[in-house]
Each structure stands twice: as C-alpha cells, then as structure tokens.
C-alpha cells in the first residue's frame, strides 16, 4: 500500500517538476508548490474520469499484478524517453506517462482497500 502511495506522491512532484522552466528555484515557496500540487491533482483526476468514461471502469476486473506490470512499463518508457533526451517519434510525453503512473496507482490502492474490506466482512 506504501509502495503505491508513494508512486502517487513522487509521480505529482515530477509532474510539478516538469512544468517548471529551467531557471525555478530548487526551493519552492510554500504557496506556489501547494498551488502545483493542486493544479496537477485536478489535472489526473480529470484524465482519471474522462479515461472512466470512454473505457468504463475495466480496472476493477484486472489484478493488482497487471496494474503493477503497467507501471513499470511506464517507468522503463520514462527512461527511454529521457535517454533520448525527452525527442520521441510517436508517442506519448514524460507528463502523459507520469499521469498513468499515478491513475494506475490510485486505481491499485482502491482495488487494495476494497480487498481489505471484502476480508474484513468475511471475518466478521
């Protein structure tokens, strides 16, 4: 649970780390990292939504595993483009592949806590 809490934490700050120019300050002001923070939480979850609707909600019927799988596709395509130095032909962005990262985790910790719900019932 830990593991996709932080995927979902470190996935926002490279997000806010992507969208600054090249000159930022290394230390952010605390107000302009919590309006980042924001601006890119609304920005998954209205890829999370609009994602939902066009392909329903199929993530409930795979297995933590294949969302884990996703994941580190993701991140081996992340390297990929930054060994090109951020120059691809086709495909997505560094952004677009964080913000799966980050959809892909959230939808393994609500699979999570629904497991740990369903164990809770069958205890009780």
């Known amino acids: 649970e830990q593991e996709y809490m932080g995927l979902v934490n470190y ?11 090249a000159d930022a300050p290394q230390e952010l002001p605390y107000e302009a990292a919590a309006a980042g923070f924001d ?16 392909y329903g909600e199929i993530w409930r019927q795979m ?13 081996l395509r992340i ?15 560094l952004d677009a592949n964080y913000r799966d990262i980050v ?6 910790l609500i699979l999570l806590e629904e497991e740990h719900a369903g164990a809770e019932e069958k205890g009780a």
Do not use: C, W
């Open 79 to 93: 390297k990929q483009i930054e060994d090109n130095e951020g120059k691809t032909l086709i495909s997505e962005g």
């Open 39 to 54: 601006r890119e939480v609304a920005g998954i979850r209205e890829l999370l939504l609009s994602k939902n609707h066009d």
């Open 63 to 75: 297995r933590r595993s294949s969302m884990t799988d996703l994941i580190l596709m993701k991140l």
């Open 103 to 108: 959809n892909y985790a959230i939808f393994a």
């Open 11 to 21: 996935g926002i700050i490279a997000l806010m780390q992507l969208s600054l120019p």
